[in-house]
């Protein structure tokens, strides 16, 4: 079988990918492009992802994806024996679909503001003002599914799914490890829950530590 290609660096949204892959066992190179020096936006690797972002996970058969979230629904759907979504017209199917795609069109967004107010103002003095405020409405997204979800230990109670490797991971941004504990202890604990996966585990432990 062909391999998957993943393109990502460490503790971005590429982890979740990976991760998932761990869970399928599925075969993949890991391809780096580091943050850090804006290697995302280098004419190269826009070529394979115009939007300049990770992670970008090309398929077997040479198709070209991008979005976190769309990738993970993609390898649930061509590897339906990992189990990483329940089946079609479960509800557990949908509670997942509801709070991945949550954190993804609300909390994603917060992120990118948190990490670059540059890009959202022309005065570089409302960066802090910026990123202070992104932070405030990303913690009140995981307020509301703290008190909503209530993850127990996974977000679907006893059942891991793809909406644990992917809040888990949004959780250790904008510093949310320090934030957590004292505010959404069952959120704070949804990591946890997936280091001790031995599939996903090994992979979150490289991430995140």
Same mark, same amino acid.
């Given at each position: ?23 399928? /066992? ?8 580091? %943050? @850090?020096?804006?290697?995302? %936006? ?10 300049? =972002? ?13 979005? $976190? ?8 759907? !061509? ?13 557990? =199917?949908? +509670?997942?679909? !509801? ?33 202070? +405020?992104?932070? @405030? ?8 599914? @703290? !008190? @909503? ?18 809040? $888990?991971? %949004?959780?250790?941004?904008?510093? /949310? ?19 001790? =996966?031995? /599939?996903?585990?090994?992979?979150? !432990?490289?991430?995140?530590?």
């Amino acid at each position: 079988m062909a391999n998957y290609i993943l393109y990502g660096d460490r503790r971005s949204g590429s982890s979740t990918v990976e991760m998932a892959l761990a869970e399928i /066992g599925a075969p993949f190179e890991l391809r780096p492009v580091p %943050l @850090e020096g804006d290697h995302q %936006l280098a004419e190269e690797y826009r070529r394979i992802n115009p939007m300049g =972002r990770i992670p970008t996970l090309v398929l077997p058969d040479g198709t070209v994806m991008t979005e $976190s979230l769309a990738i993970l629904l993609t390898l649930a759907d !061509r590897h339906p024996e990992a189990g990483l979504l329940p089946p079609p017209g479960d509800s557990g =199917r949908a +509670r997942a679909l !509801r709070w991945m795609t949550l954190a993804a069109a609300e909390f994603y967004p917060h992120v990118t503001r948190y990490d670059y107010p540059e890009r959202f103002h022309p005065d570089p003095a409302q960066a802090d003002v910026l990123r202070q +405020r992104a932070q @405030e409405m990303g913690r009140e997204i995981w307020t509301l599914v @703290e !008190r @909503e979800a209530a993850p127990d230990p996974f977000i679907l109670g006893g059942r891991f799914s793809l909406a644990d490797i992917y809040l $888990s991971a %949004l959780t250790r941004w904008m510093r /949310g490890d320090e934030w957590l504990p004292g505010h959404c202890p069952r959120l704070d604990a949804l990591p946890r829950a997936v280091a001790a =996966r031995p /599939g996903a585990g090994p992979v979150w !432990r490289k991430h995140f530590g």
